[in-house]
């Protein structure tokens, strides 16, 4: 929002009515999209974890990457002496062989890998279940040369790095043809992921995986088709090529196309039937035929393996990178499809930046019922680190429920049940440092960008912000989300200091004390933050316990104080009612709502306390909130 909104300390009153199904939604979809109407139930209870496998744990460090598994992310080759980093390792302070090309840390960090594999996640399964997760959402594991796997190597395969025998598995795929779904067969990481999907499933848990529809990389077998046989090339249509190599010139090089956002090593598959000029947003268009048919072999493959009509042994879903680049005709397809395999696949789109960094898209055009269930929301999290962390400040509590409210708009109730939202994730910075820096929100986040920064271990004052974030998150309407290391403290700038390996309490890291840019900085000791830790797991076990109401009851703004950063909220299902009292400023206050019956504080723990003449009066110590529960 680029305007402010005139505070006021009365209270406002705004009632959201969550109906569970949509039958009394107005319908904005056209008729041959009624059957994909509904979105998938469970995704209204699910509790998010989302996990970027290279750096979450190493479980089997006989497939750590070697120089030939990392070819091909640019044109460059990899440092002398390369090597993975040691899992503990000083983030800033360079290996030997980044040390000796002579860049400095960020011009040679894409270069790092950790080891991070499937093994390393089943390994954890037993601390996601104890945290209280129900939902794992994983960054792409297709295979690829990076850390981050948005640039496929192919998409039909589970990385090689990810699973016990990677040499193995490069062979079986180069026997195969790519275009010819019967020629595929199963290799050793494809065979860990669906074991892990499986236990996943027996545990009660869903997932989810990362795909992006929109860019490939270099080593794609399909771009590598193409840059050996140019025009001639039977994929020659397939991606965004402005202009083939003459072979008449032969001292020069004409070949030029669309990569994502100017990367020359994410080349853009072709979209057809777009208006022209018009590259992002809510458009017309599809892709290629023969783009269309992979992704939907590709699809089918993970969504039900077996190929017997029951999706039970597949993934639970897909989360789709850089959403609003590919037009939504091939989207509107791609949920039909992905229903008549899984009627209860769950779709979220990254829909974010319009104009980066002032405005964000309005993602209902994508919420209509034949496209998306939920977007990542990050237009939630942006107004709630204003408000509570003053990060930019100069939001009032009134403001900020306006701005929840608009964002509401043009969204039917069962899309916002199961939106994803979201503190952080592996494109922003960790949510402590986000808290830590009062900045705008992903706008100079970088020691690169700012050189006052902060990339140290946030205070206690940021934890305590945290938390009120943390409480309005996992009480309010949509599934929250966890970007995996927030809930033991890590900290870290924008990408790709974010990507920092996991910090696990059985593992030994040596101190951060270095500054990429060799600027004095404090030394900080890393090991998980146990008191955030356990502040999320009672907050879990809080909202898990009182799952319908959060997830299905309405919401009611109760007060909205601006002279005392004061915000309230109630939210009811049937007899079931709840009050969220947040105090955003650094002194004590006690606040009186509209009350009936007798309530206990839920979180923190409390004693019961009884409403008299029909208000409940509680009192909020300086940055924290309560959740009042009525018996």
Same mark, same amino acid.
């Given at each position: ?22 039958? +009394? &939604? ?5 008729? !041959? ?9 469970? #995704? *209204? /209870? ?122 193995? +598995? &490069? ?5 195969? !043809? ?9 290799? #050793? *990481? /494809? ?441």
């Amino acid at each position: 929002m680029r305007g402010r909104m005139p505070g006021h300390s009365r209270s406002i009153l705004v009632v959201l009515a969550f109906a569970v199904g949509c039958a +009394d &939604e107005p319908s904005q979809q056209p008729a !041959d999209a009624a059957a994909n109407l509904e979105v998938p139930a469970w #995704a *209204a /209870d699910a509790i998010w974890y989302q996990i970027f496998v290279e750096r979450f744990r190493n479980g089997d460090p006989s497939n750590d990457p070697t120089v030939h598994d990392i070819a091909g992310v640019t044109d460059q080759a990899a440092p002398d002496g390369w090597r993975p980093t040691p899992w503990g390792h000083d983030w800033y302070r360079q290996e030997r062989w980044a040390a000796a090309t002579g860049k400095d840390f960020y011009g040679t960090v894409t270069f790092r890998r950790y080891g991070g594999d499937l093994q390393g996640v089943m390994d954890q399964l037993d601390y996601l279940q104890g945290l209280g997760v129900t939902a794992l959402y994983l960054n792409p594991v297709n295979d690829a040369p990076s850390l981050h796997k948005y640039d496929a190597r192919n998409y039909r395969h589970i990385d090689r790095n990810f699973g016990p025998d990677p040499r193995g +598995d &490069e062979a079986r795929t180069a026997a195969e !043809d790519p275009t010819d779904p019967a020629t595929w067969s199963w290799t #050793a *990481a /494809d065979s860990l992921f669906l074991a892990l999907v499986e236990e996943v499933h027996r545990r009660g848990m869903r997932i989810i995986v990362d795909y992006s529809w929109n860019h490939t990389g270099i080593t794609f077998w399909a771009w590598r088709d193409i840059l050996a046989h140019q025009r001639g090339s039977r994929f020659a249509d397939w991606y965004e090529i402005e202009r083939f190599d003459d072979p008449a010139t032969r001292d020069t090089n004409e070949f030029a196309y669309r990569g994502w956002v100017g990367v020359p090593w994410l080349p853009e598959w072709k979209k057809i039937g777009r208006p022209a000029g018009e590259t992002h947003g809510a458009i017309d268009g599809n892709l290629v035929p023969g783009v269309r048919d992979l992704v939907f072999s590709v699809t089918r493959r993970w969504l039900d393996p077996n190929g017997d009509g029951d999706p039970s042994d597949g993934v639970d879903g897909f989360r789709l990178d850089v959403a609003e680049m590919v037009p939504l005709g091939f989207w509107r397809e791609y949920r039909r499809f992905v229903r008549s395999v899984n009627p209860n696949a769950y779709l979220v789109g990254e829909i974010w930046w319009e104009q980066w960094p002032d405005k964000m898209y309005d993602p209902a055009p994508w919420l209509r019922g034949d496209v998306f269930d939920a977007v990542m929301n990050y237009r939630w999290y942006m107004p709630t680190r204003s408000f509570f962390a003053g990060a930019p400040p100069g939001m009032t509590a009134s403001w900020y429920a306006a701005y929840l409210d608009s964002l509401t708009a043009g969204i039917t109730p069962s899309h916002l049940r199961v939106m994803m939202n979201l503190t952080a994730s592996h494109d922003t910075p960790r949510f402590g440092t986000s808290v830590y820096n009062p900045g705008r929100y992903k706008y100079h986040a970088s020691p690169r960008d700012d050189p006052d920064y902060r990339i140290d271990r946030p205070d206690e004052r940021t934890r305590r912000v945290q938390q009120m974030i943390l409480t309005q998150q996992f009480t309010y309407v949509g599934a929250p989300h966890i970007w995996n290391g927030d809930e033991v403290g890590m900290w870290g700038a924008d990408d790709p200091d974010e990507r920092k390996p996991m910090v696990w309490g059985d593992q030994r890291y040596e101190d951060e004390a270095t500054h990429p840019f060799g600027r004095v900085r404090r030394r900080d000791r890393v090991a998980p933050d146990t008191v955030l830790f356990q502040f999320y797991r009672d907050l879990i076990a809080l909202r898990r316990q009182h799952l319908r109401l959060f997830a299905d009851g309405t919401l009611t703004w109760l007060l909205t104080d601006d002279a005392r950063s004061v915000l309230v909220y109630e939210r009811v299902l049937g007899d079931q009612h709840a009050i969220v009292a947040f105090n955003a400023t650094e002194e004590p206050h006690e606040v009186s709502v509209t009350a009936v019956g007798a309530y206990r504080i839920a979180f923190p723990q409390g004693d019961a306390v009884a409403v008299g003449d029909g208000s409940l009066t509680v009192p909020l110590p300086a940055l924290t909130a309560s959740v009042w529960i009525r018996d």
